[in-house]
């Protein structure tokens, strides 16, 4: 993990009024760099190789300038030519997934948001200590593949977009698979699934205000997974494994949902424990995060999984959700990102949100 100090320092030779937004053109960087440029910041995109072309097709969104590596590990190497352009990071699921999450810890550029959270994020033990202790209701655990008797999840660690994910009845079938990589067996919990987008900042104190700062609740969605969204129009899947058809939870895309109104104080409260909770374990979560749920035919949450960053289930709200247009038109989860920079410089407060 790179000081904070060393942050602070860096931070202190930047021009405050030439930050500029980076992120690697990926993920969610059309709303970023869209976000970044209705606040008044300067974007950089980082990529492999020659600029892709699909910016063309969104001016925009499209970065103000191009940073060409050969390879996303390359990055941490050249940082001191981003420092030199101003450039503050924003993480998102592939640059984490790319570079790593003991590189991204140690990358010496301003990045916003609490980087000690990757660690929780990307460790599902660590997130099932995280959210169990803040009296959030997660699936069952299996301890041991041997201990399977009703239908599993098996999930590796880290941000995979669902790849390699697979369903387990029983020992055979979990063998069958027989993962070598890191992962965790939840048991899997039949209800609608629901992925809620929060953000917490530490400087605006109105609104739906924790014990410091307050928690904004800006959209919802759910996923398109490959092929399992559809296997129920072909039949079984063990009639269907005699094919060499395998379901799969790869996110194709995402589908725009609202809550049932009822339940929002529910999801709030959920929001408003895992920040609390954060304070306890590392300081504090801060920007975004998403809350992954299933709510039962009993209406009852149980959250499988958090993601500690912006995700991309909010590039379907670019300009607004009907969440966030309830607070203020057109802002998505890229803009209050870039909103709460702008509100951090103008406060002289930078470091409360960069690390």
Not at 147 to 172: C, H, M, Q, S, W
């Amino acid at each position: 993990m790179v000081p904070r100090g060393s942050i602070s320092g860096l931070l202190s030779s930047y021009d405050p009024k030439r930050l500029a937004v980076a992120t690697v053109c990926s993920h969610t960087s059309l709303q970023i760099f869209d976000g970044a440029r209705r606040e008044g910041f300067r974007t950089i995109g980082i990529c492999i190789g020659q600029p892709p072309r699909f910016y063309d097709a969104f001016p925009k969104a499209k970065p103000d300038m191009f940073f060409s590596v050969k390879s996303y590990k390359e990055i941490p190497a050249r940082a001191a030519e981003l420092a030199s352009m101003n450039a503050v990071v924003v993480p998102h699921g592939s640059f984490v997934e790319y570079l790593g999450v003991a590189a991204f810890e140690g990358l010496r550029l301003p990045t916003f948001g609490n980087r000690r959270v990757l660690k929780w994020e990307s460790d599902r033990d660590k997130q099932r200590e995280w959210l169990v202790g803040a009296g959030l209701s997660m699936p069952e655990k299996i301890a041991r593949p041997e201990d399977i008797t009703k239908p599993v999840l098996v999930k590796f660690y880290g941000a995979k977009g669902g790849r390699g994910f697979f369903i387990a009845k029983n020992y055979e079938e979990f063998m069958e698979v027989n993962p070598t990589e890191k992962h965790t067996i939840q048991e899997y919990v039949i209800g609608t699934r629901y992925y809620m987008h929060f953000f917490y900042s530490p400087l605006v104190n109105r609104g739906y205000r924790l014990s410091r700062g307050s928690l904004e609740l800006m959209s919802m969605d759910r996923r398109d997974e490959a092929n399992i969204d559809e296997m129920y129009k072909l039949g079984a899947q063990e009639r269907l494994k005699q094919f060499g058809i395998l379901p799969t939870f790869v996110v194709t895309g995402n589908v725009p949902v609202v809550l049932r109104e009822s339940l929002l104080p529910k999801a709030f409260w959920m929001g408003e424990r895992t920040v609390e909770r954060s304070f306890e374990l590392f300081g504090g979560i801060i920007g975004p995060f998403s809350l992954e749920c299933i709510v039962t035919d009993k209406l009852e949450f149980k959250v499988f999984e958090i993601s500690a960053r912006i995700v991309a289930g909010t590039n379907f709200f670019v300009r607004s959700s009907p969440y966030s247009d309830l607070r203020e038109p057109e802002m998505s989860v890229g803009r209050r990102i870039a909103r709460e920079m702008r509100l951090a410089r103008r406060l002289k407060r930078l470091d409360a949100v960069l690390s």
